[in-house]
């Protein structure tokens, strides 16, 4: 079964220095969405794509957070510079449809800034 | 602002007995329901969809709708240890995205 697959899997960092994810959704989902999980608590959302195209974006952090999709395929999200409050799993999933459709989610990356 | 509530837990149920873990959510017009099932550490992974009112099973799984209340429900039968995780309960609002609770922690007392 195809999978998303997320890069690394693990990354510590100290506060102020740049940290990036990378994201391939399953091959033919044109939507990506970026989530982070604060521990014990539910998925958030930070940023939406349909293509290349940012769909939603209200609730990623624009001052230290960006995040892109160039050819519509993988995408890299990246936080500069890292607080200590972005300690968090950040998950990546991809939507083959619309509503009727799951998301399904890649490994996550778990990011611990020191 | 649309809303997805569940009651953290613990929820503790004896191995072999009936698991019921419940969501309501903020918006008569939602669109479709999603359940998570999340181990320590891991990511979300899909255990059932639905989109209809009434009852929807699969294996020892079994989701209930109910629009007019506005709650969904996630029933599991025959509880097992490896039940024991986080749910998720996640709602399409008709946005194209998923809104999460915050989980419901379930652990299978064997």
């Known amino acids: 079964e195809a999978e998303v697959a997320q890069s690394p899997r693990y990354k510590i960092t100290e506060k102020s220095q740049a940290v990036a994810f990378w994201c391939d959704p399953i091959?033919?989902?044109?939507?990506l969405y970026w989530y982070r999980q604060i521990l014990g608590q539910g998925p958030e959302l930070l940023v939406q794509?349909?293509?290349?195209?940012?769909?939603?974006d209200s609730q990623l952090p624009k001052d230290r957070f960006s995040a892109e999709r160039l050819k519509g395929v993988d995408s890299t999200l990246k936080i500069q510079p890292a607080e200590l409050g972005d300690s968090a799993m950040y998950l990546c999933?991809?939507?083959?449809?619309?509503?009727?459709?799951?998301?399904?989610f890649g490994n996550g990356t778990r990011l611990t800034v020191t | 602002q649309k809303e997805v509530e569940q009651n953290s837990g613990p929820l503790s149920v004896p191995e072999g007995a009936i698991a019921s873990l419940n969501c309501t959510y903020s918006?008569?017009?939602?669109?479709?329901f999603f359940w998570y099932r999340q181990y320590s550490g891991k990511s979300p992974e899909l255990i059932m969809f639905?989109?209809?009112?009434g009852d929807k099973e699969d294996g020892r799984f079994t989701a209930q709708l109910n629009k007019a209340s506005q709650y969904v429900s996630l029933l599991i039968r025959d509880s097992q240890p490896s039940d024991s995780a986080t749910y998720l309960c996640?709602?399409?609002?008709?946005?194209?995205?998923?809104?999460f609770g915050t989980g419901t922690r379930l652990t299978i007392i064997p």
């Open positions: 999933a991809s939507r083959q449809g619309q509503y009727n459709s799951p998301l399904h």
């Open positions: 091959s033919g989902h044109a939507t």
């Open positions: 794509f349909q293509d290349e195209s940012v769909v939603d």
């Open positions: 918006d008569r017009g939602s669109q479709s």
């Open positions: 639905i989109y209809s009112n």
């Open positions: 996640a709602v399409d609002f008709g946005n194209e995205k998923l809104t």
